[in-house]
């Protein structure tokens, strides 16, 4: 599917950079602009009338902000699915509020192509098919459940949000928690014990320094394991290590923690 996008942004300059990078990335993204608001009100009148499937959204706009903007797309009755929401803003302090209002993607101006390229090809991944529309719907359900769906990293001095349903372990270190996607490792403030409290339906505890997400879990296996330890602590061992998809690394499994995760794999 094609998706239909609409820009909603008070800036006549920001509105005509985001043209123009759809204009640069339409050969890699096909796309159709169908309109464009500098105010919330015209958004809602050219969205009405529109019915885009994605809308580009300023958060800071006179009157009627972008995120109550985004409360009105998706509380108002129209035939179909709401348009989805990505957020693109001058300001990353909002990015918690704008996932609140299930906003699809957050994006920091200045945007670059790639970036954007990539935000609306997941979009029109999910708007592709019923069957891919009802698994996000059912994603986001899931989520909506969830006290958070994000965890908020700081990367190269910008702050992101990583989706819960990317992260496959977290593993305390020293005084900061690694957080582990298929593709990558960030580095998070938040305590595993806070975490854990906080997130235990999602999170399952493998050992004293690291949570697994429960739906990363394909199997245990035997293995050797070398603790952090000093001496006779840092001795190889032989323990059970739990298997997680997407990724070939290996937790151990405390003895502790061993009935626990052997009961979700059976």
């Not at 702050?159 to 819960?164: A, D, E, F, G, N």
């Not at 990317?166 to 580095?187: D, F, H, I």
């Not at 739906?215 to 952090?228: H, L, Q």
Request: proline residues 6%; aromatic residues 6%.
């Amino acid at each position: 599917m094609i998706p239909r996008i609409f820009i909603v942004d008070d800036e006549a300059p920001a509105r005509a950079r985001l043209s123009t990078l759809l204009s640069d990335i339409v050969a890699e993204c096909p796309h159709y602009l169908v309109g464009e608001a500098a105010h919330a009100q015209a958004a809602l009148e050219g969205i009405a009338a529109t019915a885009p499937d994605l809308v580009l959204l300023d958060v800071q706009m006179p009157g009627m902000t972008g995120l109550q903007l985004a409360e009105r797309l998706i509380a108002s009755p129209r035939a179909g699915e709401p348009p989805l929401i990505i957020f693109v803003t001058a300001y990353d302090d909002y990015a918690l509020n704008a996932f609140e209002v299930q906003a699809f993607d957050y994006l920091v101006k200045p945007v670059r192509a790639a970036r954007l390229a990539q935000a609306i090809a997941r979009a029109s991944r999910v708007r592709r098919t019923p069957q891919a529309a009802h698994a996000a719907s059912a994603e986001a359900a899931i989520s909506a459940a969830l006290p958070r769906q994000h965890f908020a990293v700081q990367e190269r001095g910008r702050m992101s949000l990583v989706p819960m349903t990317e992260v496959l372990y977290l593993k305390a270190e020293l005084k900061y928690v690694t957080l582990r996607t298929k593709s990558k490792e960030y580095l998070i403030e938040d305590s595993l014990v806070s975490i854990e409290e906080e997130l235990a339906a999602h999170f399952v505890r493998v050992h004293r320094n690291a949570l697994v997400a429960r739906n990363a879990i394909i199997g245990v296996e035997r293995g050797i394991y070398i603790p952090d330890g000093e001496g006779d602590a840092d001795k190889p061992q032989e323990v059970w290590q739990v298997i997680l998809r997407d990724i070939d690394h290996r937790l151990p499994i405390s003895r502790r923690q061993w009935a626990v995760i052997k009961a979700l794999v059976r």
